[in-house]
């Protein structure tokens, strides 16, 4: 079983480049992190605004602990949010016979 977090960003006009810049900061540290399964950044194309965090975890524990990292922290909280106008964080878990 695992879980999944998606994270939906809209960035403030003209931040793009760096809020890509802090996450690809922010996924090599979590790639490192215990149960961390993946960790992808992805961001529209036709809205370059729009940023689309997949990330997988062993357990929603392991997500917990990514959320209380020194690096999350700093980085998420710290240096990302401030340059958005909107965050939405869904999480979800595989069910049924389609779960591996």
């Given at each position: 079983?695992?879980?999944?977090?998606?994270?939906?960003?809209?960035?403030?006009?003209?931040?793009?480049?760096?809020?890509?810049?802090?996450?690809?900061?922010?996924?090599?540290?979590?790639?490192g992190?215990?149960?961390c399964?993946?960790?992808?950044?992805?961001?529209?194309?036709?809205?370059?605004?729009?940023?689309?965090?997949?990330?997988e975890?062993?357990?929603?524990?392991?997500?917990?602990?990514?959320?209380?990292?020194?690096?999350?922290q700093?980085?998420?909280?710290?240096?990302?949010?401030?340059?958005?106008?909107?965050?939405?964080?869904?999480?979800?878990?595989?069910?049924?016979?389609?779960?591996?």
């Amino acid at each position: 079983m695992s879980h999944v977090v998606i994270a939906r960003y809209r960035t403030a006009p003209g931040a793009q480049d760096e809020v890509l810049a802090h996450l690809a900061e922010m996924a090599r540290a979590s790639l490192g992190e215990r149960g961390c399964r993946g960790y992808r950044v992805h961001q529209g194309t036709a809205d370059d605004r729009t940023i689309v965090l997949y990330e997988e975890y062993e357990a929603e524990a392991d997500f917990t602990a990514h959320c209380a990292s020194e690096h999350f922290q700093a980085i998420v909280l710290g240096k990302v949010v401030p340059l958005l106008e909107h965050r939405e964080v869904v999480q979800v878990t595989p069910r049924g016979e389609a779960a591996v």
